[in-house]
């Protein structure tokens, strides 16, 4: 059977004084993935491996990580010889490759991020989909961008990140949304990201181009 050599960058911040690497030969074969090897590992040889999955398909983003540095999800990503895995950056870490992802998702229930039960009479004449609603629904919720954008820092309450960014595009572009995203956007620091655009989604998600940069084009036009 083949084989290939990975080091994961485990870390317990209740007993270690810094993350450190451990090397595993995991089996391979064609077409096999960072998740079946992280399986593996868990099943075979370390139980204590602490990693998340659901769908094992991209579509649950639960199995996001870094793999040589890159955020992507575990269950799309080859699997090759060498590689060095970690959790993702930005966000802090609950054990190995989980991180305590509260800090986003409290954020989120601030913003009040639904729309609220209608009168059939108050519906919008026509409800149409636009493009970019379209593509920004396909946001997985991984938070692998936030580990690409350069400002994000889960302790500055001031600054929502791309995630952030994204949902709150998602409803703008909502006609029977009520509540003024881009004054939230503005108020989470969207403007910060006008020279940056470093953002990135391991699916292809147009964070930039679809929610970012439509944001800071409304924010940009009240400014006084
Ligand atoms: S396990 Fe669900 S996206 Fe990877």
Known sequence: ???VTIEVI????TQDAEPRPQRFVVPTEKGATVQQALMHIYE???SSLAFRCGCRYRYCGLCALEVDDKPCLACLTPLK?????????????????VLDRSWVFDTMRNLQLFIPEMEYE???ERIFEPEEHKRLMQCTECLACLATCPYYDYRDASFGGTYTFVKLAQLHFDPRDQTDRVAQARKLGVERCAACRKCQCPLGVPAWKSATSVLLKHASSRRD
């Open 10 to 13: 485990r870390y317990d911040p």
């Open 81 to 97: 010889d060498g590689q060095v895995l970690k959790p993702l950056r930005h966000l802090p870490v609950l054990r190995d490759l």
């Open 44 to 46: 075979e040889q370390d």
């Open 1 to 3: 059977m083949d084989t």
């Open 122 to 124: 108050e519906l919008p």
